[in-house]
């Protein structure tokens, strides 16, 4: 049998979702955004952004590296989950 | 005269022309004749621009025959070329003899950037570039505005486009330096009266496409020929004239880096002119007292090693982001550890010309506290404070600490 990856994308992005609507304080709601809506029109901040960040370290028990904060990482729901898919051993 | 600048004569020159400083003894010569024009021009009118709170109409007239205004547009359309490197020399030196004159040069530069980073693709801004190197034109910038605190990545007001293909826009900001004399003003406002705050575009208002109406005066501490007025902008053109990028990416890429570079170099000049003069002080000093080393001599040498750091971190800085333009990673000008550093060389040298300046005046004693003297260091010791102020170092420390928490650079 083919090994299954522990945790598929659409699986990291549904996480992703529900961290975004704990911790990123959207002017928009999370359930109204596709997997490509821009979060910083959505209302993502500097500020958020990095509370998002440390949200999603602990909720996926993962480490950001540096290569990774910049602004391109946070700016959707699947840019976030590709980043988180790449950290996960 | 024999020096490549003035080859093409007057302002109305045809600049591709022109020969350009294609090699190092080229640059070293340019460097000499704006040396030239700081003497001659800059210094000399210096005080008045300083004491009238006035626009160095002389100095821009010097500069724009040298066609120093197209520094920074490449060879192809017509201007220097010249590096960020280059144009951050421009600044040290200009700033050692009228650091107004170089804040505005300096300023000038960062929107000229803005344009040849982020227009060229288009035909408007190809067009505006080839008037700006022809005509000189000189640049201003709105970014700031009522309301939002000094928080340039977010705007209040809106670009509203026309049916007609026209834009329209009013903004109400708290500073426009040099806004009255500008030929142009990048403007900062949210896409669409649609658009959240951070959803902004940059926009080139021409002069004839906006009236200015004036909020109050500029009479300040220092940078007081900057004439940093406050205006309500109102503006309508061309829906060409909003830049085809993001403001996110602008702002990245070309505004934050380049501004914070090229102040902190023109802060460095600020900061070799007061060497300059406490050098001359501790010789004058020394000469006094053959066989006994002045306690001044010592103080220098302290002052010394903190002009090192600041022309060492200018340096730095400059061939940081040199390499990340030459590198093509257009996602890494927002990475935090490049911002950090960014941040950091403003926070430090704006703390540093402070110290420099405070320093050479210790070493000059009562000749550097007096106005009327040749080591006088009165004026630079109130233009140096306004460098931890020009976005404030605390609205920096606070967005650095942000990025501190997240990042984990070694």
């Known amino acids: 049998m083919d090994t299954v990856p522990a945790i598929d994308h659409d699986a990291i992005a549904a996480k992703v979702r529900a961290v975004l609507g704990q911790h990123a304080r959207l002017s928009t709601s999370v359930d109204s955004l596709s997997d490509d809506s821009d979060l910083y029109d959505a209302g993502l901040t500097s500020l958020t952004t990095v509370n998002l960040m440390l949200a999603l370290e602990d909720q996926f028990d993962v480490e950001f590296d540096d290569k990774l904060l910049k602004r391109k990482t946070f700016s959707s729901i699947r840019a976030l989950s590709e980043a988180i898919q790449g950290l996960l051993p | ?410």
């Open chain 2, 1 to 410: 005269m024999t020096t490549l600048t003035s080859v093409a004569g007057g302002a109305a020159g045809v600049g591709r022309i022109r020969p350009v400083p294609e090699t190092r003894h080229d640059f070293e010569h340019l460097l000499a004749r704006v040396h030239d024009l700081g003497r001659d021009v800059l210094a000399v009118h210096a005080e008045a621009v300083d004491t009238n709170a006035r626009f160095p109409h002389e100095a821009f007239a010097a500069l724009r025959q040298e066609r120093l205004l197209s520094a920074y547009v490449p060879v192809e359309h017509g201007g220097l070329g010249l590096s960020i490197e280059q144009v951050s020399q421009l600044c040290q030196v200009l700033g050692q003899y009228c650091a107004s004159t170089a804040m505005i040069f300096a300023m000038h530069q960062i929107q000229a950037a803005c344009i040849v980073h982020h227009g060229l693709g288009s035909s408007h801004f190809r067009a505006f570039i080839d008037a700006l190197v022809e005509h000189q034109y000189l640049l201003a910038s709105a970014t700031t505005e009522v309301g939002v605190g000094g928080d340039t990545r977010s705007s209040l007001c809106a670009v509203r486009l026309e049916a007609d293909g026209s834009y329209a826009l009013e903004k109400q900001a708290p500073v426009i330096s040099y806004g009255e004399m500008a030929d142009a003003i990048l403007v900062t406002a949210r896409r669409s009266p649609e658009s959240g705050p951070g959803d902004q575009v940059l926009v080139l208002v021409r002069k004839h496409d906006c009236t200015l109406k004036k909020m109050g005066e500029w009479d300040t501490l220092g940078f007081r020929g900057t004439c940093s007025l406050g205006f309500v902008l109102s503006a309508t053109g061309p829906a060409e004239a909003v830049l085809p990028v993001p403001y996110a990416d602008i702002h990245a890429r070309t505004q934050h880096p380049v501004a914070h570079i090229l102040w902190s170099s023109l802060w460095l000049g600020l900061a070799t002119d007061a060497m300059q003069r406490a050098r001359a002080f501790v010789r004058a000093d020394a000469r006094r007292t053959p066989g006994t080393l002045p306690i001044s001599a010592t103080r220098l040498a302290e002052v010394d090693i903190v002009y090192g750091a600041m022309r060492g971190a200018v340096g730095e800085a400059c061939t940081a982001y040199a390499a990340l333009l030459a590198s093509g990673e257009d996602e890494d000008f927002s990475n935090y550890g490049f911002v950090i550093r960014i941040n950091n060389l403003k926070v430090a040298c704006s703390q540093w010309v402070v110290d420099i300046v405070g320093r050479a005046m210790l070493i000059c004693g009562i000749a550097g506290y007096r106005n009327d003297s040749k080591f006088s260091l009165a004026r630079q010791l109130r233009d140096a404070y306004g460098a931890a102020l020009m976005v404030n170092n605390d609205r920096i420390l606070g967005q650095t600490a942000l990025m501190q928490v997240a990042s984990r650079d070694k």
